[in-house]
């Protein structure tokens, strides 16, 4: 198919305005021109969806891209194909490369990286400093910027914003939302003690529960203070579920895939080096109350967190191996998985990765099933039973902590702009991904 022709997707299940209906979707020139019953010839371009699912364009919230700096381990073209594999039709990439994405000239140079070289839509972080803070209200209105990233802990060089008076800069400086990687960095300091060589166990004990929610309490206290949106990444902890099941104005968090269906100490006999990442993938009593999280609608979206690195890097004995797991491929999936298992209703999934994303985060003309919207669509079989395997999967570093998982429910087309990017596993077009608008 052409840019700029139509698209007849006829015969789906689709999700339009809060329920299941059995319609036709029009597509024309990258946009959603008509919903219902529609008449069409055998010249019509057709993607028959019978038996299928039509949902929102899925919106991955967190992936790292690595380029530029590590593109051994991911770069912009494998990291968007992953994502179209695995249903995603945007994501949002974030600054903690090599260059930092911290000023003008390098969110440029990654916007240029990105053009015809990757298959779904995209917006980058604009990474925050103890020293940029002042111009971060400058990019209100940067084009394909879908926040700030504020690293309070873990992270390296010049990214890192530990000190209070600087996080407090950084916040009251930002006119775009705030998202935070939230760990104390000087608890993470004091107890590094903790580690013990060749244990990937003491993980988990090293970056313990304090860790995040004393930091978590820190960033929400002076966002409230200045009257602020600030987005908290990748929550783990008992703790900070409880903390935000009181009512906070101006703040929504995410949870991954991987905190919804890991849990200690299994993971870390199962996977070794593999399971390990920031936070930690902690014990099953966290895990539950995760998941009362999700069923009392208290998180706001579920981002993946891709955060690939080679075998060979994760083989390395703890704690020189690096933090971090893929997941942009599989987060539908392994999420789709769940909804057969009753963890929750596909109604709320669609909430969580494909609403939430565009209501906190401002998105245009994405994240429905509406006329004039962009016609990003995400074709799913709830029936299709599949084993994940390491060789499916896409992104450069060549394997998934779910290797062997046994799921049911399945992303069988991505649709990206009117475009079929992806169908049963294969690539039917070129790159043609675009900056998000917000």
């Not at 840019?3 to 329920?19: D, P, W």
């Not at 490369?97 to 604009?126: G, Q, S, V, W």
Request: proline residues 4%; charged residues 25%; hydrophobic residues 35%.
């Amino acid at each position: 198919m052409s840019q700029n022709s139509s698209l007849i997707i006829k015969n789906g299940n689709c999700f339009i305005n809060g329920e299941f209906k059995d319609q036709d979707i029009l597509v024309e020139n990258g946009k959603i021109k008509t919903i219902g019953k529609i008449s069409y010839s055998n010249s019509s371009n057709i993607y028959d969806a019978t038996g299928q699912t039509v949902i929102p364009g899925v919106i991955d919230t967190q992936v790292h891209f690595r380029e530029p700096g590590s593109s051994d381990a991911e770069n912009l073209e494998s990291g968007s194909r992953a994502a179209v594999f695995g249903g995603v039709t945007s994501v949002f990439e974030m600054p903690n490369t090599d260059p930092p994405t911290i000023n003008l000239k390098e969110f440029n140079k990654k916007l240029n990286l990105a053009k015809n070289r990757m298959f779904c839509n995209y917006a980058f972080y604009f990474g925050a400093t103890p020293d940029n803070a002042k111009e971060l209200n400058l990019i209100d209105t940067l084009e394909g910027c879908c926040g700030i990233k504020l690293f309070v802990g873990s992270s390296t060089g010049n990214l890192l914003v530990s000190e209070e008076k600087d996080i407090e800069k950084v916040i009251s400086n930002s006119k775009k939302i705030v998202s935070v990687h939230s760990e104390d960095e000087n608890i993470l300091l004091s107890r590094k003690k903790l580690i013990k060589n060749n244990d990937v166990n003491s993980h988990l004990i090293w970056r313990n529960e304090e860790c995040a929610i004393e930091s978590t309490k820190r960033v929400v206290r002076i966002a409230q203070k200045h009257k602020k949106k600030i987005h908290i990444l990748h929550v783990t902890t008992k703790q900070e579920i409880d903390f935000f099941s009181e009512k906070r104005s101006n703040v929504s968090f995410e949870i991954t895939p991987q905190h919804l269906t890991l849990y200690a100490p299994e993971c870390y006999e199962k996977l070794k080096t593999f399971a390990q990442m920031n936070p930690p993938i902690r014990t099953k009593d966290h895990y539950e109350k995760l998941w009362h999280a999700v069923n009392s609608s208290l998180v706001s979206i579920i981002g993946s967190d891709h955060a690939p690195h080679t075998k060979e890097e994760k083989n390395k004995n703890y704690p020189s191996s690096p933090s971090g797991m893929p997941g942009v491929q599989t987060l539908l999936p392994i999420m789709l998985n769940h909804v057969n298992n009753n963890k929750l209703k596909l109604k709320q999934l669609i909430e969580l990765v494909c609403e939430n994303p565009c209501k906190i985060f401002g998105i245009k003309n994405k994240g429905y099933i509406k006329e004039n919207y962009d016609a990003d669509l995400t074709i799913i079989n709830m029936k299709k039973e599949t084993i994940l395997k390491n060789d499916w999967i896409q992104s450069k570093c060549g394997w998934t902590p779910f290797n062997n998982y046994k799921i049911k429910g399945f992303p069988v087309a991505t649709i990206v702009n009117g475009e079929i990017i992806m169908a049963n596993n294969k690539i039917l077009s070129r790159a043609l991904g675009k900056p998000l608008t917000f």
